[in-house]
């Protein structure tokens, strides 16, 4: 099945684009993580918004966030895939697209993320290296990690 890619500002976002992002994120982050944050943080604002949908439904979504919000670096955050389409390497695709925006958007620099701790390795693969201690971020272990 082939991905339709979506990128927007949060001002571009239709209610109903919005509604569905943060419907999923709730649905990953919140029900089945069973993680209780604050999954809206007032960041979605300032930052552009990465999405791919198959028919009508969002498969992965990403948020990219500009220097000085997360970390002093730009960042890419909330990467989520659907349940319903895990295994399909969509993933890999969103992360690759993050990136290529991140540059296309602050230059050549480092990128840094909070991943959890058990996708080291899948992070890994696109550059990017541990450079903190593990840590809990609301229960679940996490590192920071840049892409110089």
Known sequence: MELFWKHKAFSELTTEELYRILQLRVNIFVNEQQCFYPELDDKDFHCS????????EIIVYARLVPPSFSYPEPSIGRIVTNPSFRGNHYGKSLVEKA????YEKHGQTAIQIGAQ???????????????????????????DMIKP
């Open 49 to 56: 918004h990465l999405w791919a949908e198959i028919g009508h």
């Open 117 to 143: 701790t058990y996708l080291k390795k899948f992070y890994g693969c696109f550059g990017f290296e541990q450079v903190s201690e593990e840590y809990l971020d609301f229960g679940i272990p996490h590192i």
């Open 99 to 102: 990136i290529t925006l991140t």
